[in-house]
Every structure is written in C-alpha cells, then in structure tokens.
C-alpha cells in the first residue's frame, strides 16, 4: 500500500464510527456534567452576587463560556435531571415533576450511548429518577406505596460507577439529622461530638445493587461526593481512556447544613444564610478541586464540563424572620415556576482544547441539549436511539459563535406551559387556556405582557407548543419504543 492509499485509509478509520475496542482521535473528550440542587441565578459571584464566595466557579466562568441564558428543562429537579441524561422532556416517559415515575428502562441514556463508545461512565451524587433499592425504606420513595413499580437506580441505566442518593440529603453530615429536625437548616453535630439527640436521616448512598457505602460520610457532602469522582476520573485518565462523569451536588437543596469553617465566613448574617451560603461555598471549593485535580492529572484539556442547576432557587422558609436566602437575580418566579427566576440558571461550558472561545454567550442553551450535543461530538450515530429528542446541538452552534438558535425550546409542570423562541417568549399559566408574550431581549423581568400587539405570533408560537404537546402525548403512551 503507497504512502497516499495508507493516509487515506487512517483518515477513513480516524473519521468513522466507533468501534468498542478501537482507539480513535482526541476529539472523544472527557465530560463532566455538573449540577447543584436549587441554585439560582444570581447565587453565584459570576452573575454579581456580591455576598457568596464563588471563587472556583468565578475562574471557570471567565476561563470558559459562561451561559447567561442557560435553561433548566423543568423548575423542579426529576424532569430537569431526565432531560439532562435522555435529550428528552420528562414528560414524554412519565417524569412530569420531581418524586413522579422513574427513567423508563427504553429509555437511551448519555451513560449508555458513551459506554457503548469505550467510555467509563459514573454517577455520583444526587439521582431522583427512581428508586435505588427495593424491599426497604430509603429517601422518599423506596418501600413506601409511591415506591411501587419506579426501580431504577443508575447501575441500571449505564453507569458502571456509581455513589448515588435517591434523593435529598443533609448538605453536612449527610446521613444524620437532629431527632427533632424538621427545619430548613441546623447547626451540625461537631466531629467525633456525642451523638445522643441525632437519628439516621434516612437515605443511603448506594455504589451498586444492595451495597451501601460505607465510611468517608461525615463533614461536607459535597466533599464526600468529591472524594469518589477524583479517583473515577484520574483512573481513567491513566488508563487513556475518556470518561463521563455526572456529578449531581446536594448543595444548596433543604435542608441546608453547613460547616463551621464555611458558616464563619458569612457571620452577621442570619443562620438560614450562613448555611445556605456556606453550603454554595462549600460546593464551590470541591468544583475547583476537581479542576486541579484533572490539570494535575493531565486530563483537564480535553475535558468537555458543563456546569448549571436542576432549577431556580427555593422559596420555603420554616421562619418568617428568614426568609428563603437563593437569587433569581431580577427575574421573576423562583423554583416550580417557568417563569424565568424558576427555570433560568447559571450556566457554564468549559472545553480548554475544544475550541470554545471564551467569553459570554447569549444563546439559548438548555439541559436537553446535553445529550444531543455530546452525541454529534463523539459521533458515529446512535442506532439504538430513543427519537424525538427535546434538544439540539447547542455545542456546536457555541464553538461557531452563534447566539441564536434554530430550535425553540418548550416546557410543561403542574399547569403551566411555555416556549422560547430565541428573544421571544410565550407562557401560560393556566395550561394554555390563556397566554402572555414576553421579548426577553428587552425585558428579561418579563414585566411587560406584549401578547395584545402580537396576536400573530402567540398564535404562531402557541400551535408549535401544541404540536409539541402532542408529540409528548404520544410518546408517553410509548409510541417511541421499538
């Protein structure tokens, strides 16, 4: 074979699908997808906050693409979390809100479709798409009649790694909780203090089917769920081969629990602050953590990182004198609401070697648009693929510098009904009976109500929603299965 026939023939293998055992370019980059539980948009110091220490985040806003219009697929966690694994809406497979269904075995995950691909695939933290174990209780769904039938713990659905809670946990300490502790938040128990007046709070972290983990779970949760990435990442690394790493954080969800090293920095404010502060402060440390960890290790280059929130900040407070502390910044709504504040999040994507420019971008990007835009990164197609997909490609239009998108992106929770499309937004807060028009270009507090002066396009923008709307439907009665 000559010299030209051998280039084309590395070229024609560099470039075709990928084939389990064979090697192929540096183009599989590693992904982390991080999400913290309940931040909002102005909680972080990139987005002007100027009480919460968000130094690691900060640096990888300004290093990286920082997202001002980063969506949530949901204001609530479950449906956020399913479309962030899946490209698709929960509701087309029976995740409409958090604590509702599972991820439905025909469904096709990231973790699946990448472990197809050679890659090493874990879930650490936070799963709320199902229960982890069966025949007793544990977090809010297992061995209790809303568990019945929503088995579906992340070992089952592509990953190979796994340190994962059913759901919510203490931020501090996370398997206790004061016997009387019904509060948003509580002082913790001091290391090695006496335990007497502390129970189980109730929900395990699991690494695999009836193997709860044990040992390293006192001080910072979101410490605890470091100290399982970083060796699951540098493995891999040493052993050249790419990783997906899903790291679901607690911080800053209720109950809220921070340390005392974390708690000092933010004295003279109220406890329910110093906690909830400190907890994002806490999260923050482990985020910049990873990333010297994997400069260290050599594999921070061509490491793909999202970063972004289930959802808006939450609004409860068990005390009237403190108020729910999380920012939705200056917009409207906050957690279970599709109005911005509920839906709108901080948002970052970093790929040093990935020819993402650094800066500020505009575009509409949201959690549905992970899947879809890994695919098209690692290629080679996906003939086990679940269609229709809820999202797009959003990668690629930021590594050409687009601000705008094809795509609308639609949303549905508990009566209410929305669609972005680009500056304008449509929403109904009363399932589509009736609905206002907002250019989020000019009015991002979504103050003003333009649906009288554009009959046109509400009506426009209201039948792709229906169509959409159908489409789900359909998919829920599983049309979409093969």
């Given at each position: 074979?000559?010299?030209?026939?051998?280039?084309?023939?590395?070229?024609?293998?560099?470039?075709?699908?990928?084939?389990?055992?064979?090697?192929?370019?540096?183009?599989?980059?590693?992904?982390?997808?991080?999400?913290?539980d309940?931040?909002?948009?102005?909680?972080?110091?990139y987005?002007?906050?100027?009480?919460?220490?968000?130094?690691?985040?900060?640096?990888?806003?300004?290093?990286g693409?920082?997202?001002?219009?980063?969506?949530?697929?949901?204001?609530?966690?479950?449906?956020?979390?399913?479309s962030?694994?899946?490209?698709?809406?929960?509701?087309?497979?029976?995740?409409?809100?958090?604590?509702?269904?599972?991820?439905e075995?025909?469904?096709?995950?990231?973790?699946?479709?990448?472990?197809?691909?050679?890659?090493?695939?874990?879930?650490?933290?936070?799963?709320?798409?199902?229960?982890?174990?069966?025949?007793?209780?544990?977090?809010?769904?297992?061995?209790?009649?809303?568990?019945?039938?929503?088995?579906?713990?992340?070992?089952?659905?592509?990953?190979?790694?796994?340190?994962?809670?059913?759901?919510?946990?203490?931020?501090?300490?996370?398997?206790?909780?004061?016997?009387?502790?019904?509060?948003?938040?509580?002082?913790p128990?001091?290391?090695?203090g006496?335990?007497?007046?502390?129970?189980?709070?109730?929900?395990?972290?699991?690494?695999?089917?009836?193997?709860?983990?044990?040992?390293?779970?006192?001080?910072?949760?979101?410490?605890?769920?470091?100290?399982?990435v970083?060796?699951?990442?540098?493995?891999?690394?040493?052993?050249?081969?790419?990783?997906?790493?899903?790291v679901?954080?607690h911080?800053?969800?209720?109950?809220?629990?921070?340390?005392?090293?974390?708690?000092?920095?933010?004295?003279?404010?109220?406890?329910?602050?110093?906690?909830?502060?400190?907890?994002?402060?806490?999260?923050?440390?482990?985020?910049?953590?990873?990333?010297?960890?994997l400069?260290?290790?050599?594999?921070?280059?061509?490491?793909?990182?999202?970063?972004?929130?289930?959802?808006?900040?939450?609004?409860?407070?068990?005390?009237?004198?403190?108020?729910?502390?999380?920012?939705?910044?200056?917009?409207?709504?906050?957690?279970?609401?599709?109005?911005?504040?509920?839906?709108?999040v901080?948002?970052i994507?970093s790929?040093?070697?990935?020819?993402?420019a650094?800066?500020?971008?505009?575009?509409?990007?949201?959690?549905?648009?992970?899947?879809?835009?890994?695919?098209?990164?690692v290629?080679?197609?996906?003939?086990?693929?679940?269609?229709?997909?809820?999202?797009?490609?959003?990668?690629s239009?930021?590594r050409?510098?687009?601000?705008?998108?094809?795509?609308?992106?639609?949303?549905?929770?508990?009566?209410?009904v929305?669609?972005?499309?680009?500056?304008?937004?449509?929403y109904?807060?009363?399932d589509?009976?009736?609905?206002?028009?907002?250019?989020?270009?000019?009015?991002?507090?979504?103050?003003?109500?333009?649906?009288?002066?554009?009959?046109?396009?509400?009506?426009?923008?209201?039948?792709?929603?229906?169509?959409?709307?159908?489409?789900?439907?359909?998919?829920?009665?599983?049309?979409?299965?093969?």
């Open positions: 074979m000559n010299r030209c026939a051998l280039l084309a023939l590395v070229v024609a293998l560099l470039a075709g699908p990928y084939l389990p055992g064979r090697e192929t370019a540096a183009a599989r980059p590693n992904v982390v997808i991080i999400l913290a309940d931040l909002g948009w102005g909680d972080v110091g987005n002007g906050n100027r009480i919460v220490q968000t130094p690691a985040l900060d640096a990888l806003a300004r290093d693409v920082r997202l001002d219009r980063f969506y949530a697929q949901a204001p609530s966690c479950s449906p956020t979390r399913a962030a694994l899946t490209g698709r809406n929960g509701q087309r497979f029976g995740v409409p809100r958090a604590n509702d269904g599972r991820l075995p025909q469904e096709r995950t990231l973790a699946e479709f990448l472990s197809d691909r050679g890659y090493a695939t874990g879930h650490f933290g936070k799963w709320h798409l199902g229960t982890l174990v069966e025949g007793r209780r544990d977090g809010q769904r297992a061995g209790t009649p809303r568990g019945k039938g929503v088995h579906s713990p992340p070992w089952e659905n592509g990953f190979q790694v796994c340190f994962s809670t059913e759901s919510k946990v203490p931020t501090w300490n996370p398997m206790e909780r004061p016997d009387n502790g019904v509060q948003t938040y509580w002082a128990r001091s290391p090695g006496d335990r007497a007046g502390w129970i189980e709070y109730g929900t395990t972290y699991w690494t695999g089917e009836n193997q709860p983990a044990d040992g390293n779970l006192e001080g910072c949760d979101s410490r605890i769920i470091m100290d399982r970083l060796p699951f990442a540098r493995g891999a690394i040493a052993r050249h081969q790419p990783f997906l790493a899903v679901w954080f911080a800053p969800h209720l109950p809220v629990v921070a340390g005392p090293e974390f708690t000092r920095m933010y004295s003279g404010r109220t406890g329910f602050e110093q906690h909830y502060f400190g907890a994002i402060t806490a999260m923050d440390r482990q985020i910049g953590r990873l990333r010297a960890g400069e260290a290790a050599g594999g921070w280059d061509n490491t793909l990182l999202f970063f972004g929130s289930d959802n808006g900040p939450e609004s409860i407070s068990h005390r009237e004198s403190e108020p729910a502390p999380g920012s939705a910044a200056g917009f409207r709504g906050r957690k279970r609401s599709l109005l911005e504040g509920g839906v709108r901080p948002g994507v790929w040093p070697a990935g020819g993402l650094a800066g500020t971008s505009a575009l509409p990007f949201t959690t549905s648009d992970l899947l879809p835009s890994i695919r098209a990164l290629g080679g197609g996906d003939k086990k693929a679940v269609e229709p997909l809820d999202g797009a490609d959003a990668v239009l930021l050409r510098g687009k601000t705008r998108r094809p795509d609308v992106i639609p949303f549905e929770f508990v009566g209410q929305s669609l972005i499309d680009n500056e304008w937004k449509l109904s807060a009363d589509g009976v009736s609905f206002q028009l907002f250019n989020l270009e000019d009015d991002p507090a979504e103050s003003t109500d333009l649906a009288p002066r554009h009959a046109a396009r509400v009506e426009a923008m209201r039948l792709k929603l229906q169509a959409w709307r159908e489409s789900c439907r359909r998919s829920a009665s599983g049309a979409d299965y093969r």
